[in-house]
């Protein structure tokens, strides 16, 4: 099957799946409940999330294993569970994914560095635990996805280059300030993550969550100002929330997504897919004009 970045290489571009939160939800979980354990207590419905992004055209799938490390864990009394659930979610995926790509998916430990509340070396321990994990239930890359802070996303990279052999993927979620710049929620520009991240030897680079695929578009193109050749992915809301009736609901249809494909793609991206309220239709939309074009 080769590696990600050799198909983006060939100048391909690929599809990634949609969400995973939103589509868990759907299926019963209970807010409260850890989305991790269904790997475990509900599988076949994990697969069926896996195997409908493949169906709908998705050169590859995630894992359900966002918050699935030690520090997200403990809040369920499941942190000594770490290695078995990541690697459940991986077999998962793998199993859905076929003869596609499958991405190990991994989220902040949602604790602060700067503040003290743990050392480098509990976080690092902690993401090297699970990214073992899901290199053991056959992932063929790790990403680490949805990080706002660079010194917890640097210690990600650092566990998953020193610790598996697979390629390493991470993202960052900015939001448009007031005066139209594109910022984490610690402060950290596009321009600032590529400076940091790249050295670090980061395999694909980019977004998800925060943004629809339209503000995407300008963090992409900040992005291939400072690098024109690293592969870049993105994950893009379906719109910006709107709250109603005590939902958040995700506004944009599949067809609007789509959209704006080709827009995205012309800015400089390589990977497409979906993040909060994106769902198989979503990527079949995208899949569509990927291969239009």
Known sequence: MGKITDRVKQGKILVSDGAWGTFLHAKGLKPGQCPELWNIEHAEE???????????????????SFGGS?????HYG????????????AAISRKAAGSKFVLGSVGPTG???????????EVYESFKEQVIALEKGGVDAIIIETFTDIDEVRLAIRAA????????????????TVNGEYRSMMG???????????PEGVDIIGANCGNGIEGMIEIVKEIRLCDATIPV???????MPIYHDGKTLFPESPLQTAGFV??????GVNIIGGCCGTTPEHIRQIAKVVSAL
């Open 188 to 198: 950290v520009s596009p321009t600032e993550m590529m400076q940091e991240l790249v």
């Open 111 to 121: 604790k602060i560095l700067m503040m003290e509340e743990v050392t480098p070396e």
């Open 70 to 74: 030690s520090f997200k864990l403990v």
């Open 233 to 239: 992915l993105v994950h893009a809301n379906a719109g």
């Open 46 to 64: 994990v697969f069926d999330i896996a195997k409908s992004y493949i169906d709908a055209g998705a050169d590859m799938v995630e894992t359900n």
């Open 161 to 176: 280059k020193e610790n598996t052999s697979v390629e390493v993927i991470c993202t960052m979620t900015f939001e448009k």
């Open 78 to 89: 499941l942190a000594d569970r770490c290695s078995e659930l990541n690697e459940a979610a």
């Open 262 to 267: 080709k827009a995205i793609i012309d800015a």
